[in-house]
Nanobody
């Protein structure tokens, strides 16, 4: 199992980013996948999940702003983030069970 995140960056409040997670070593379409995030000095925070059936789940703070999706043909997971806030600043990881990638940094600042 290998996960490689990308798409992070510096964005102003209210802006948007689309994170990608390229998966290999397993079939994404049959996996339950998570996005989690971490701020330095704090623990991992669950952000969103998608089941193998395509059911999606979100933590309350991102509902209505973030959308999790996947492209089964490309074996890639996405997190579309709109209306970004300073408190969304973190390193974002995609996760399968307990396996995570290296993460991608999202910084929301003016």
């Amino acid at each position: 199992v290998q996960l490689v995140e990308s798409g992070g960056g510096l964005v102003q409040p209210g802006g948007s980013l689309r994170l990608s997670c390229a998966a290999s070593g397993f079939t994404l379409a049959t996996a339950y996948m998570d996005w989690v995030r971490q701020v330095p000095g704090k623990g991992l925070q669950w952000v969103s999940s998608i089941s193998s059936q395509g059911t999606t789940f979100y933590t309350d703070s991102v509902k209505g702003r973030f959308t999790i999706s996947r492209d089964n043909a490309k074996n890639t997971l996405f997190l579309q983030m709109n209306g970004l806030k300073a408190e969304d600043t973190a390193t974002y990881f995609c996760q399968k069970n307990t396996v995570r990638g290296q993460g991608t940094q999202v910084t929301v600042s003016s």
